[in-house]
């Protein structure tokens, strides 16, 4: 009797699971389980639109295939994104909160545009693109070898610049913000040009990180003063030295000076000078 009882009750264990398969299978392929609508939030750089249309998500109601997992891997792969929160929030709908990559800067070469992460990576810059207020680097070299998803660890030149835009970040968010150019003019004396300041600033190619403080001391000291309204150009090519050039003709209508000359300051004692500013 009791060999048989266990029959009966396998038996009845079996049916019991087999429903509850077919059940769970029923639900998944059922209205009940599919997505009809995606909200995200988190985004900067393009639209809702956009995001959607460039992860091939703007039409789900015909995609038979559409399931969160297929959602998240899409997103994912936008070369903007660098993770997402997602989650059925009630039935038909998934909510992904977007964490983009922190872009810190644009690249012009052979009239394409890029843009360069915090990591160094070289993304696309899309024509969508809104909300870019970065320094843009042009000309540099080579050119040919610069493809998207590459690292900027491969160039040199290129290097040197986002070295510049860290250290103006970390030492004076002002300056990061006023940086409008980085011309590494083709491996030869990188050119910087500041927002509010019309002139060059002469840059150098060596000890850039260096150079970055002493800039950031010097335009506080200089704006200060009222002194950069007469500058031509700014000179830091040089290891321990920097040169002013002044405008002789803004000079002389003020009355400051009659003719055009250098002021030269070394490096070291104008830090310690200037540390107050």
Not at 28 to 44: C, M, Y
Not at 236 to 252: H, M
Request: aromatic share 8%.
């Amino acid at each position: 009797m009791k060999t048989i009882s266990n029959i009966k009750h396998s038996i009845l264990l079996i049916v019991v699971i087999s429903i509850l398969v077919l059940l769970a299978f029923s639900l998944e392929k059922s209205e009940f389980n599919t997505i009809n609508r995606i909200e995200i939030e988190g985004g900067k750089y393009l639209s809702v639109a956009q995001y959607l249309e460039t992860a091939n998500l703007s039409n789900i109601k015909n995609d038979p295939k559409i399931s969160i997992t297929v959602i998240q891997d899409r997103l994912e792969k936008h070369p903007f994104i660098s993770n997402i929160d997602i989650s059925v929030v009630e039935r038909g709908l998934v909510k992904a909160t977007l964490y983009e990559k922190k872009m810190e800067a644009v690249l012009l070469v052979n009239n394409k545009q890029f843009m360069i992460t915090d990591e160094a990576e070289i993304v696309p810059l899309l024509p969508s693109t809104q909300s870019i207020d970065l320094p843009v680097i042009v000309n540099l070299s080579p050119q040919d070898e610069v493809a998207v998803f590459h690292h900027a660890a491969k160039f040199k030149d290129l290097m040197k610049a986002l070295n510049i835009i860290t250290a103006a970040e970390l030492y004076d968010k002002e300056l990061c913000e006023q940086i409008s150019e980085i011309n590494l003019n083709k491996g030869q004396s990188i050119t910087l040009t500041v927002s509010d300041l019309q002139m060059p600033i002469y840059f150098g190619n060596q000890n850039e990180i260096e150079k970055t403080v002493y800039l950031s001391k010097i335009l506080k000291h200089l704006r200060g003063n009222n002194l950069s309204q007469y500058l031509d150009y700014l000179d830091l090519r040089f290891n321990d030295l920097v040169y002013l050039g002044f405008d002789n003709k803004l000079v002389a209508n003020e009355g400051k000076m009659k003719k055009k000359y250098y002021s030269r300051f070394r490096f070291r004692n104008y830090q310690s000078r200037c540390c107050n500013c």
